[in-house]
């Protein structure tokens, strides 16, 4: 009897979160495209999951669980990878001039300060932060 104890211990150890997770009923709700896109832009709004916010609006509470979503400015998130990508590329141009023993000219050392100047932005947008 201690064996199967032991075997049903391990096996709810190696299931995952989502399996342990108390809350097993699922609602489906039909929406239109656009009722759907205002219920996202409302719940990142509140900085919850479009579920934590539906249970808060609904139930009034938002659950024990409930996390807040990241709250990213798209945008500034865009220009930043574009200006990242722009800047990924000319550092690779450098790196083979250095691989072939040429020095770095100070178009390289501004192309360097324009990727960390990238970097930052794209930190920024994903804290959430109006850079």
Not at 60 to 82: D, E, F, K
Not at 87 to 100: K, V
Not at 108 to 125: G, N, Y
Request: net charge positive; no cysteine.
């Amino acid at each position: 009897m201690s064996g199967n104890t032991r075997q049903q211990q391990m096996a709810e150890r190696r299931r995952s979160g989502s399996e342990r997770r108390r809350r097993g009923a699922i609602v489906p709700v039909r929406l239109l495209d656009e009722e759907r896109d205002a219920l996202r832009e409302k719940a990142q709004a509140a900085g919850l999951t479009v579920g934590a916010y539906l249970r808060q609006a609904g139930l009034g509470y938002v659950g024990l669980r409930a996390r807040r979503a990241p709250r990213v400015n798209a945008v500034l998130l865009s220009q930043a990878i574009a200006a990242l990508n722009k800047a990924g590329s000319n550092l690779n141009q450098i790196a083979r001039r250095g691989n072939y023993g040429m020095g770095i000219d100070p178009e390289a050392a501004q192309t360097i300060s324009e990727t960390r100047a990238a970097v930052q932005q794209i930190v920024a947008a994903t804290r959430g932060d109006q850079a």
